[in-house]
Nanobody, 122 residues
Framework: QVQLEESGGGVMRPGESLRLACVAS????????MGWYRQAPGKERELVAS?????????NYVDSVRGRFTVFADHAKNTVWLQMNNLKPEDTAVYSC??????????????WGQGTQVTVSP
């Protein structure tokens, strides 16, 4: 069993920065993909950013955050971060991290964190 714990959410003003962290603990063999989703009230959940690989990671961002958000990870610490700069009110949402973890016996399994609230308000 694996647990993901997010931290770093809060109430911010437009233009400010915030960094979210997600740490995985438990039975971890190999992490394939790490990512951050968000869900705003009344909207569908969307993938904000993802990162694949360790030594030469590939990242991907939704258009609305590209250039403002940065996802980075430390596989040795089983941790992924989301650095959010120049926050906008439309970034208000519950942010959840996810990790796809590979096991030689069962294949890949997706795990999710509980989510952390980010509110951007003047």
């Amino acid at each position: 069993q694996v647990q993901l714990e997010e931290s770093g959410g809060g109430v911010m003003r437009p233009g400010e920065s915030l960094r979210l962290a997600c740490v995985a603990s438990g039975n971890i063999f190999r992490i394939n993909t790490m990512g951050w989703y968000r869900q705003a009230p009344g909207k569908e959940r969307e993938l904000v950013a993802s990162i694949i690989g360790g030594s030469s990671p590939r990242t991907n961002y939704v258009d609305s955050v590209r250039g403002r958000f940065t996802v980075f990870a430390d596989h040795a610490k089983n941790t992924v971060w989301l650095q959010m700069n120049n926050l906008k009110p439309e970034d208000t949402a519950v942010y959840s991290c996810t990790m796809n973890i590979y096991y030689s016996t069962t294949g890949s399994v997706d795990y999710w964190g509980q989510g952390t609230q980010v509110t951007v308000s003047p």
